[in-house]
């Protein structure tokens, strides 16, 4: 194919043509990339390009997932493994067109020890991480660390070494097993992994109930369903409800199931479904569940739930410090202050309304 005369099309058509070649060649997706890098912003003229001549699925497919194939050639470079979660996986792996799953960032999971050395990675090319309360707060608490890095959109990497945002789950996961039945595949040129199909339908299951329950769901739902359907004759449906009880996921079990069956046709058995529906979740998991799924949460609500579950008075005396406390570089971005003379009075409206947020909490018990 001939090279695209630079004089007789805008830097937005260049751009566009290198991206439909960068479907089959990945040195012309390098090529967009360089020219992305040395011209004046042009996305606005890009995306209505994209727009009227109907190729915005596939520029979507050329470049976000090519940003994720790179990113996950340099961890296989670096020696590191990751498991890709919920819509790259869907997009890519299940539906199998990145037209029918669309995704606002990808979703990949390491092990804690490696997640500095991604984090290092990402940082170097271009990406910029979230800002936590206090430095090293997020690994400490959390179960994920946010990265995005501006272009025509935003494209975001999460970086996650636990699958569920609370304590009680991070401590509880046997992220073993997790990873002991992961399936290998590729992601254009690196290789990958994505959970097995028992562990997939767990943590879509519980990603839906405890991140999701007050949204729109019918996107989550059918990605369970479509799971289902492509892993219909692979899942061990036994194990699957045996690995629900360990990992204190009876309850989102039990509310998706009967859903994407009746609802969406899924093929779940019918024993399966009695089975699941006699199960017993433990008292501590049903709790959990109830402050996820409440159908408005505090702050004070969400740090109560955190810090019944953090395992020793020390860390928990931090987090509630880390919470109440945060760095200078957090409080200004976060109540945009126009000048650091006016930070003690943003650190007391802070503190008040932690306080008001404590004292409702416990009007409400």
């Known amino acids: ?19 439909l070649r960068g479907r089959a060649d990945p040195h012309s997706l390098q090529q967009a990339q360089s020219l992305a890098e040395s011209s004046r912003p042009f996305w606005e003229e890009f995306l209505a390009l994209a727009n009227e ?60 020890q490696h997640v500095p050395d991604a984090l290092q990675i990402l940082l170097s090319v271009g990406y910029a991480q979230d800002i936590e309360p206090q430095q090293g707060a997020a690994l400490e608490y959390e179960n994920e660390i946010l990265l995005s890095k501006p272009g025509i959109e935003e494209v975001g990497i ?7 945002d609370s304590p009680y789950y991070q401590d509880l996961l046997p992220m073993d097993w997790f990873w002991d039945t992961a399936l290998p595949t590729t992601f254009g040129e690196a290789a990958s992994l994505i959970l097995g199909p028992e562990a997939q339908i767990l943590h879509l299951c519980g990603h839906l109930s ?17 799971v289902i359907h492509f892993y219909k004759n692979k899942i061990d449906w036994n194990l699957l409800l045996e690995k629900a009880q360990v ?27 009695t089975s699941c ?11 959990v569940f109830a402050w996820h799924t409440a159908p408005e949460r505090s702050a004070a609500q969400r740090i109560w739930s955190d810090i019944v579950y ?18 200078p570089s957090y409080m200004i971005p976060r109540y ?14 802070h503190l008040l309304i932690g306080l008001y947020s404590g004292v409702h909490l416990l009007v409400r018990r």
């Open 1 to 19: 194919m001939t090279t695209i005369e630079q004089g007789s099309l805008s830097k937005a058509a260049q751009f566009a043509r290198l991206c």
């Open 210 to 226: 405890l991140h999701h329950n007050r949204e729109p769901d019918l996107l989550w739902l059918n990605d369970i369903a479509e």
């Open 53 to 112: 001549e109907k190729i915005s699925p596939l520029l979507y497919d050329a470049l976000f997932f090519h940003e994720l194939s790179i990113y996950l050639h340099r961890l296989e470079s670096a020696g590191l493994q990751a498991i890709m979660l919920k819509g790259a996986v869907m997009a890519e792996v299940v539906y199998g067109n990145i037209a029918l799953r669309p995704l606002l960032d990808l979703d990949l999971l390491l092990d804690l």
């Open 277 to 287: 529906s006699s199960l017993s979740a433990s008292p501590d998991e049903t709790q």
């Open 310 to 327: 953090i395992p020793d008075w020390s860390r928990r005396l931090h987090y509630v410090l880390v919470k109440l406390l945060p760095s």
């Open 247 to 273: 990992c204190k996921l009876v309850l989102p079990v039990q509310r998706v199931f009967p859903r994407v069956a009746g609802e969406l046709g899924a093929p779940i058995p019918d024993e399966v479904l």
């Open 336 to 349: 945009r202050i126009p000048f650091r003379l006016l930070l003690p009075f943003y650190y007391l409206y």
């Open 158 to 164: 999460e970086l996650h070494w636990s699958l569920f």
